[in-house]
């Protein structure tokens, strides 16, 4: 079949079986909920005390290699995943391809024959699918994710730094290119595997990537346009769903909470039920594409209900859902009305105030004063001559096309070398010229200490020193990745106030001596936040550069917020206390 006929079928089948795949979503949702996340975490939580670990870290991560209860948790937790994300994903394909070939089929039917495959989860084959899913799966999905698979993204701090030279964003595209081309070769594996009975996990993948090779364009027309079409409706149903809440809001305004209660839990619900469908529409489009009919054939959508599919819809489970949607709008009619106080997070240029001058340079720094910054973070390395310098890399490559390490020159010819980017050229500055900057310009610094291997053995105490020198030991915070290196810091000054730094973190709240934690956006999750809260440490959120996310960590209050666009930042911030409206109290929900 043609792409868009294909569309206009599985839109269709999906139109005349809305409660098979109703229960299907709420299924699947409530053994992922209910089994498959307790299940995930406490195997997790084994692994940390089979290791000795409050969390993993990635100075910690090796230590899970050093413990053999360890490695047999952490395989049997990749096992318990893959399982699952098989039996979700698998689940919407055999559905598809009953409802394709009107096959009379029941609940346990697909079920069993899931079963059939499972084998192959206790065999050498486990380690195609592993590979598979690890390297394909996740961009090959293109909306088809189970939802155990929502967090395999690369964090944004990898992301943002690539993007900032031409050969890493060109490095980072390549890699994204030839990712997605092997994705789309090899999107056919999982309809393949769980359809064909005969087929082992092997000869799924050589067959999706024969018979992609012709198909490609073919496939990525009909995936994109589905997932536009999806995107459509939802746009004009949340547009739809506003309009009686913006009314009531100039009518009748006593009346617009409980509406905006009623409206917000039926978005969630509407949102819920939609995304779900957005992966049975996809695997039908898939599974016509992977099992085409011939044009000349004339095919018929099977409309025959089977309202006992699953299970039978009771009375009391209407009322069930009734009340729960009621309950939901109760809460939900509390939460629009709280009210909305401004955040006290502070707000921290990133390397300085970019758009208007190099990183890391006094040009930066007074751009980030201008815009009313609280902080600026800065990174300092230690020069030949023991002195300090303020620059972010190892080497000068990246700023100055030059190959010399920061280690192999002194801090007088370092201060001779240009630095560009973004079109601006400024002098790499000393820490001491910096901070007189940083005086005049009336704004506090967060120093970063950025190791290189070859400091001298009293780096910290000179930096101490310096700090005690310029009167700064009460205003400036001092932060590094490497844990020793605060900790001497700490001891040499206690009045200063340090963070470590921790680029990856899963698990529980680090045990530091630190008087703060500097979490990489992709680590952050609020219980950390009540744990360090709970042991009086501040919580700092790096680099945070969407605007959604800087809402949501303003929302939370958190005590410093690190972020190359600080001025976005800032006017966010200011503005959060303003009156808003009932629809811009949901979408900050929402988000």
Known sequence: MKPLKIIKTSLKTIWYHPTEYIKSI?????????????????????????????GITETTIYTIFKHPWALFFLLLLALVSLFFIYYELGYYFLLAHFQQTKENYRFRDIIKKLNQKAKYFISFQLLFFFFYFI??????????NAALTENLRIPNFITDELAKSTSGMLLYLGVLV??????????YTVPFFVIETNLTIWQAIKKSWNYSRLKLFKALFTLGLLILIHSLIVAFVLFISFLPLIVIEKILNGAAPVIAGITLTFIQWFLFIFYGLLQALLADALT???????????????????????????????WGVFAAFLGMSIVNTFSVSKVIYQPTTAIIAHRGYTAEGVENTISSLDAAARIGADYVEMDIQETKDHQFVVFHDSTLSRLSNRSERISDLTL????????????FTDKIPSFEDYIAAAKKDNIKLLVEIKLHGRESKDMEKNLVALLQKEKVTETYLVQSLDEATIKKVKKLDPVIKTGYLVALNIGNLPQISADFLVLEEFSFNTRLLEQARQQDKMVFVWTVNDE?????????????????????AIGIRDSFDENKTFVERIEDLLN
């Open 26 to 54: 709420l299924f699947l949702q409530g053994i992922r909920l209910i089994v498959a996340l307790p299940l995930i975490t406490f195997l997790f939580y084994r692994i940390l005390a089979a290791s000795s670990l409050n």
């Open 135 to 144: 390297l394909i799966l996740p961009i090959a999905s293109i909306g088809l």
């Open 178 to 187: 030839v990712l997605f081309y092997l994705s789309m070769r090899l999107i």
């Open 288 to 318: 016509h594409l992977a099992y085409p009919i011939a044009e000349s054939s004339h095919f018929e959508i099977n409309r025959e209900q089977n309202p006992a599919f699953l299970f039978k819809p009771k009375r009391f489970m209407y």
């Open 412 to 423: 007088a010819e370092l201060q001779k070398i240009d630095v560009s980017s973004g079109g």
């Open 548 to 568: 959604d996310l800087m809402r949501r960590y303003l929302a939370l209050d958190v005590d410093g917020l690190i972020t190359n666009y600080p001025s976005d």
